[in-house]
């Protein structure tokens, strides 16, 4: 990437790794909204807690939902402070909360969701569809994408990251009624914002044309009878459950 967006890269996730609570500044969600009915989320973009022990973020991964976002012109959900909930792994919880809301505004068309997975030795990207519940049309679609721009793909149904358990954002997503997927990217790709290493720009580029193939098809959502969608730009969000306190 060119040094000033490598600079950006690396302040975003800097903010990110140091001031995880939002007593600290952070606020807990940043929430972009563009003209394209495509979210892309982030739970884990910072350490999250889980089974009784902080377990470390999924390194870059709100950078790549924000990016995808603003070059696609559509909306972003990355949590960006200490919640004290895994969004992916809890039956509840302040996400899961914000994604029943935009289901009930009905103005999203799918959902990606956006991990980091440890492995450098397996595929750049493994795609999981909750147990063969991600529409095929969207898988095919993320997975042509993403070979097209040059990074390796393996689709998983069942079992280690394929988003099969009954909490995972995917699943939930799916329930609620939207259309959605698991992305789980690797090292390589994701590191590469931080370097001259050309598969981030790849990787947003395929993120991109995704959200502008699935936002621009006609499709079964009257756009037209729903308010105007806002225009580009982020909303910092704090839950009324965490605002304020002290920890
Ligand atoms: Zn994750």
């Keep these: ?13 800097s903010l990110l790794s140091a001031a995880p609570a939002a007593v ?3 606020h807990e969600f940043l929430l972009r909204l563009g003209p394209r009915p495509v979210l892309f989320t982030a739970p884990h973009a910072v350490r999250h807690w889980r089974s009784g022990a902080w377990k470390g973020a999924d ?12 070059r696609s012109r559509s909306d972003a959900l990355v949590v960006t402070a200490d919640t004290f909930e895994d969004a992916n792994f809890e ?4 996400l899961k909360q914000m994604l029943s809301n935009l289901a009930l505004f009905g103005r999203i068309r799918a959902i990606i969701d956006i991990h980091g997975m440890g492995s450098a030795d397996g595929p750049d990207v493994i795609l999981g569809t909750a147990g063969g519940r991600s529409p095929a049309a969207l898988v095919s679609l993320v997975h042509d994408e993403l070979v097209r721009v040059g990074l390796s793909v393996e689709i998983r149904h069942n079992g280690n990251k394929s988003a099969v358990r009954t909490n995972t954002v995917t699943a939930h997503a799916l329930r609620l009624g939207f259309p959605a997927i ?4 690797a090292p390589g790709p994701r590191l590469a914002a931080l ?3 050309p598969s981030f720009e790849h990787l947003i580029e395929a993120l991109a044309v995704i959200a ?7 499709g079964e959502i009257d756009v037209a009878s729903l308010p105007a969608r806002p225009s580009d730009g982020e909303t910092k969000i704090d839950s009324p459950r965490t605002r304020g306190t002290v920890r």
Excluded: H
Excluded at 1 to 7: C, E, N, Q, S
Excluded at 59 to 70: D, I, S
Excluded at 91 to 94: K, L
Excluded at 212 to 218: F, N, Q
């Design 182 to 185: 698991q992305l789980e990217i």
């Design 212 to 218: 502008a193939t699935i936002g621009d098809a006609p």
């Design 24 to 26: 600290a500044g952070n």
């Design 195 to 197: 370097s001259d290493e």
């Design 91 to 94: 039956p509840g919880g302040v």
């Design 59 to 70: 390194r870059l991964t709100g950078f790549v939902a924000l990016e995808a976002a603003r």
């Design 1 to 13: 990437m060119p040094p000033a967006f490598t600079r950006k890269a690396d302040a975003f996730e």
